[in-house]
């Protein structure tokens, strides 16, 4: 079992940051990569972006340019910075730690953005 403790949503304004945190209860390096989704109402749970445990990083075309994955392999934690945000990046934040044998999800983190 891997436990996930995502941080950092919040409510702020077309334009502004935010920086999402996910602390995971294993090693990152004993996953095959670490990522977030996110869900609007009414939608079906997408996929924003990857950190492979070699480092890798791969982005959803929608975010890419905006937003910046990175992790502290120390601490076991992941993170997603969210620049220039915009109203349609409002949804729910879920982290997302994977194995060859399963996925694990967070609690999930709520976004809001205001035009």
């Known amino acids: 079992q891997v436990q996930l403790v995502e941080s950092g949503g919040g409510f702020v304004q077309a334009g502004e940051s935010l920086k999402l945190s996910c602390t995971a209860s294993?090693?990152?390096?004993?996953?095959?990569?670490m990522g977030w989704y996110r869900q609007a109402p009414g939608k079906l749970r997408d996929w924003v972006a990857t950190?492979?445990?070699?480092?890798?990083?791969n982005y959803a075309d929608s975010v890419k340019g905006r937003f910046t994955i990175s992790r502290d392999s120390a601490e076991n934690t992941v993170y997603l910075q969210m620049n220039s945000l915009k109203p349609e990046d409002t949804a729910n934040y879920y982290c997302?730690?994977?194995?060859?044998?399963?996925?694990?999800w967070g609690q999930g983190t709520q976004v809001t953005v205001s035009s």
């Open positions: 997302n730690f994977r194995t060859i044998r399963n996925d694990y």
């Open positions: 294993r090693s990152i390096f004993s996953s095959n990569g």
């Open positions: 950190i492979t445990s070699t480092g890798t990083t």
